[in-house]
């Protein structure tokens, strides 16, 4: 385990004894992935859905049992399940599905922009979309992937291995490369909250 989650797997036992500073630490370190897998999902909703996302975390901390590779999927679960509200409520209920990308394709033959990333990845089949948002956005692993997908870790890898394989594809095709000053890997979009600042050291106020 590395450094970093040692330390937040502590955080998430005090943050159980109700110290508040080591949930804002637990806060600040899952709401940028957090932010950037919703607004995969429900777009303009992120915020909202991160809202509730993170009031039923705070309701259930005390019922929590695990690390914080554990905690970021528990989180990831509330969240999928309450962007799935979110999206039910406005129409009927079905497999959730990442947004269409939105002029995807007008910026693909610019330097990489993060709202473009994460359009990209929106824009592969289903399958794909949700394997590379969970494991490359969310940081979770194959297993925690595939329990929440409700498919095989093979399944979950092959998937999203075939998802990257078509994003480099399409970037190779349109000769699309990332922004030098961006991190390697998807971001929020530029118009999200809680911008790409790494994993585990965005700012953010708590909801």
Aim: a negative charge.
């Amino acid at each position: 385990m590395a450094r970093t989650d040692k330390r937040l797997s502590t955080a998430v036992r005090a943050a159980q004894s109700g110290d508040e500073d080591a949930f804002r630490r637990l806060y600040r370190a899952v709401q940028p992935r957090l932010l950037r897998y919703l607004w995969a999902l429900v777009g303009e909703a992120a915020d909202q859905v991160a809202a509730q996302t993170w009031r039923e975390i705070a309701d259930g901390l005390a019922d929590f049992r695990g690390d914080f590779q554990r905690f970021r999927g528990w989180a990831t679960v509330i969240a999928r399940n309450r962007a799935l509200d979110h999206l039910s409520g406005r129409r009927t209920a079905g497999p959730i599905r990442a947004r269409p990308a939105q002029a995807a394709d007008d910026r693909m033959a610019e330097p990489l922009s993060p709202d473009a990333a994460i359009a990209l990845i929106a824009a592969l089949p289903a399958e794909q979309s949700e394997a590379v948002l969970l494991r490359v956005v969310m940081g979770l692993d194959d297993h925690q992937t595939a329990e929440i997908l409700g498919k095989s870790a093979e399944a979950v890898q092959a998937a999203a291995c075939q998802g990257v394989l078509s994003l480099a594809d399409r970037l190779d095709h349109a000769g699309g490369t990332p922004r030098a000053d961006d991190e390697t890997g998807p971001a929020a979009p530029a118009s999200a909250p809680g911008q790409w600042h790494g994993e585990h050291d965005a700012e953010g106020e708590l909801p």
